[in-house]
């Protein structure tokens, strides 16, 4: 057996905002020297994104400012502040510098590429967020940077984050005659989040990093290299974690309690990742579900995890987490992911009630769901049972 290598995406329906942007004009007196034009300004909404995480070798990441006309994107250019210490393009390996230089052309691949084609990419990555170079080039599809994959990866991981759909969230609770909390702002899609920040406008005497202890202000200022953790992680898995909490709700900090933030421990400030996990969890809890299917098929066991998204009462996305786990037998993998994006066709859009009502013994004789993946009939019924158990909770 091994794990579901391909998250399955569902369908990211993206509504961008038109607007007009002046375009700048130059003169000049007829005895002067000419002057530089200054350039046309896409026009449109611009939207910033990012991405980035770590590894042995040091951070790697970008920042990129996306605009967007008409549901077109027009340009993609680097944010013209990068974060401290954040790497794209590697001076070691790119020795001669034309990787480098080459970047600003690469970005012009994106122009013109509406943004549910963008949305729609499935960037394969490693299990420490790495853009995968050895497997992962049809995941970039025509947008990847020939011989820079790792690059192009985190660009187009970044340029769907600035696009994503976002969601907020809040913590907070008293103790001792103060309020300590944080509200974030959670980008999510294909089933993962794609960044976490603070948002703009934190809620008035709310604390979420004491002074007080934080005597140096590092730990206040190593919380955006501590949000890294979330870009990429899984909404099944930061929905599973289950917080410690003292009675007034302050996240506890005994090794019982440090376990339980799981690998999203900001590490000697536990209570101040413990509130960030809190909020982040409930900026997704009333948008996101999470199901799970088990059974045991010719003395194989099978798992599906589904992360199901609701709007209006309807289904608007399905993924199958990374953690499913499907026999390796017959082929079993290949067939379910080559039926399972029909399936999303066919429940995406339903109610949830009608999906609900479904039946989990479909056949190939008898397939009243309208496709299953062939071959792959077991999984295909255990992808629906998940389904439900995700939305269970909403039975009316």
């Not at 629906?384 to 269970?392: C, G, P, R, T």
Request: charged residues 20%.
């Amino acid at each position: 057996m091994k794990k579901v290598t391909k998250l399955i995406a569902g369908v990211v329906l993206a509504a961008s905002v038109a607007a007009t942007a002046g375009m700048f004009a130059g003169c000049g007196k007829d005895n002067e020297d000419p002057q530089p034009q200054p350039q046309p300004q896409p026009q449109g909404t611009t939207y910033t994104g990012a991405y980035a995480y770590s590894n042995t070798w040091g951070t790697y990441g970008v920042k990129v400012d996306v605009t967007v006309n008409d549901g077109k994107i027009t340009s993609v250019k680097y944010a013209d502040a990068q974060p401290d210490g954040w790497t794209n393009v590697t001076a070691s390996w790119d020795t001669d510098g034309s990787k480098a230089a080459g970047v600003a052309d690469y970005l012009k691949k994106f122009e013109g590429k509406t943004v549910d084609e963008v949305l729609a990419l499935d960037v394969a990555v490693t299990a420490t967020g790495q853009p995968d170079s050895d497997n992962g080039d049809a995941s970039q599809g025509d947008l990847i940077y020939t011989g820079a994959t790792q690059t192009s990866g985190r660009i187009i991981l970044a340029v769907q984050d600035a696009l994503a759909p976002a969601y907020e969230g809040e913590y907070s609770y008293q103790n001792y005659g103060n309020t300590y909390g944080v509200k974030v702002v959670v980008k999510a899609l294909h089933g993962k989040i794609t960044s976490v920040t603070y948002a703009a406008e934190q809620p008035d005497g709310w604390t979420n990093v004491t002074g007080k202890w934080d005597t140096d202000g590092s730990k206040a200022a190593g919380v955006p290299n501590y949000l890294i953790k979330f870009m990429g992680a899984d909404i099944d898995e930061v929905l599973g974690l289950e917080v410690l909490k003292s009675e007034v709700g302050e996240p506890t900090t005994t090794t019982e309690g440090q376990q339980s933030q799981g690998d999203y421990i900001y590490t000697g400030a536990t209570q101040t990742s413990g509130r960030i996990i809190l909020a982040v969890q409930d900026a997704l809890k009333d948008n996101f579900y999470c199901g799970t299917a088990t059974t045991n098929y010719h003395s194989t066991d099978i798992t599906i995890n589904t992360v199901v998204a609701v709007k209006d009462g309807k289904i608007s996305e399905l993924y199958v987490s990374d953690d499913s786990v499907i026999a390796t037998g017959d082929n079993w993998i290949t067939k379910f992911n080559a039926g399972v994006a029909a399936m999303n066709t066919s429940l995406i859009g339903k109610t949830v009630a009608e999906v609900l009502a479904l039946e989990t013994t479909y056949t190939h004789a008898d397939n009243t769901l309208g496709t299953v993946a062939t071959g792959a009939t077991v999984s295909s019924n255990l992808y629906v049972a998940s389904i439900k158990d995700a939305l269970s909770g909403l039975a009316e």
